[in-house]
T-cell receptor
Framework: AQSVTQPDIHITVSEGASLELRCNYSYGATPYLFWYVQSPGQGLQLLLKYFSGDTLVQGIKGFEAEFKRSQSSFNLRKPSVHWSDAAEYFCAVGPSNFGNEKLTFGTGTRLTIIP | GAVVSQHPSRVICKSGTSVKIECRSLDFQATTMFWYRQFPKKSLMLMATSNEGSKATYEQGVEKDKFLINHASLTLSTLTVTSAHPEDSSFYIC????????????FGSGTRLTVV
């Protein structure tokens, strides 16, 4: 069965500092990988996704993620965080056969930004 | 871009009553919609997959008689929590699949249900 692990429940970063959120997955085949962001009391917004090709993926709001097959990881990064980045971040994995597109989510990482 | 509207955003109901949550795709036709439940400080748990014109497919452990899902049109799916109890209090989120894009999910803004 597929699973996603986000080892960090809560991360605090100073505004302007760099950020890396970790995500590890377990999947029997090549997965499709996603990062979503959720502001308090809101739904989820897609930051970026990886299907194939270049393993470094650029997303919205200045985020990027790198797929490392050997480490089963898909970590999210941002060079300089802004106060508006404070939110909950979810990594997700899905099967690569379109038509059966159920996502499995990690438990999320809450990001706090301090001035 | 694709927009999904979820209503209401908050609802408080008394134990034993039923409450309906609507999920609408505003600018695309969603043949498939998903309903999730999110517990505090927890991930999203998929409850069911809703396909237009057919019965919903429920995940293991989800009571289909308690959580009634209807996908009557290509733009509307509803989740009805029947005979609600305090333990049903949660944040419910829908997601609609835009068939024009692979993995084209768009999420609603969620519904906070409180059962008193």
């Amino acid at each position: 069965a597929q699973s996603v692990t986000q080892p960090d429940i809560h991360i605090t970063v100073s505004e302007g500092a760099s950020l890396e959120l970790r995500c590890n997955y377990s999947y029997g085949a090549t997965p499709y990988l996603f990062w979503y962001v959720q502001s308090p009391g809101q739904g989820l917004q897609l930051l970026l996704k990886y299907f194939s090709g270049d393993t470094l993926v650029q997303g919205i709001k200045g985020f990027e993620a790198e797929f490392k097959r050997s480490q089963s990881s898909f970590n999210l990064r941002k060079p300089s965080v802004h106060w508006s980045d404070a939110a909950e971040y979810f990594c997700a994995v899905g099967p690569s056969n379109f038509g059966n597109e159920k996502l499995t989510f990690g438990t999320g990482t809450r990001l706090t930004i301090i001035p | 871009g694709a927009v999904v509207s979820q209503h209401p955003s908050r609802v408080i109901c008394k134990s034993g009553t039923s409450v309906k949550i609507e999920c609408r795709s505003l600018d695309f036709q969603a043949t498939t919609m998903f309903w999730y439940r999110q517990f505090p400080k927890k991930s999203l748990m998929l409850m069911a997959t809703s396909n237009e014109g057919s019965k919903a497919t429920y995940e293991q452990g989800v009571e289909k008689d308690k959580f009634l899902i209807n996908h009557a049109s290509l733009t509307l799916s509803t989740l009805t929590v029947t005979s609600a109890h305090p333990e049903d209090s949660s944040f419910y989120i829908c997601s609609a699949r835009d068939p024009r894009a692979n993995y084209g999910y768009t999420f609603g803004s969620g519904t906070r249900l409180t059962v008193v």
